[in-house]
């Protein structure tokens, strides 16, 4: 297995909310974001983004006036930009584990943050990302890595995903029972 876990599969799988409890189970060892839905009554409006340490931000909206859109969101970069580099950058220094969630082509807006992503993956820390499971030219060159190690979230292996995952890092499940994400 590579150093780096890519977790990939289609909209809508639960790849968020495993990466959630990954980074859950990680505890004070990991740093980084995971992305959510905004909403507006049942329908969704846009994408926001949390650093593990609570800090958040909107990555996308259909309100916004932006030069770069992915579908009907407007992306705002700066403001995306603004929470996730430096809880990016915090990871590369200060924790053991780097969490990712996603990248993709809202993401991909940002030359900062492929640049610092792929920062991320070359260094020694570990990365665990959730990754468009088919996409631009940056996504299919990350995914092509030998370093990394792809897995696929479907209906059939989320119950146990999360387990598997740890165990392929070397990290036994409860190990930081009761922490939090940071």
Known sequence: MGNHVLITGPPGVGKTTLIRKIAEALGAKAGGF????????????????????????????KTIRSTRKVGRYGVDVAGFESVVLPALGGALREKEFIIIDEIGPMEECSEAFKDLAVQCLNSPKRVI?????????????????????IFHLDLGNRDRAAEEILKAIGVGVGRNEGQSPE
């Open 34 to 61: 995971y992305t959510a839905e905004i909403r507006a009554g049942r329908e969704r409006v846009g994408f926001g983004v949390r650093t593990l340490n609570g800090r958040a931000g909107t990555l996308s909206h």
């Open 129 to 149: 990302a959730t990754i468009k499971e088919k996409g631009s030219p940056f996504v299919e060159t990350i995914k092509a890595r030998d370093d990394c190690r």
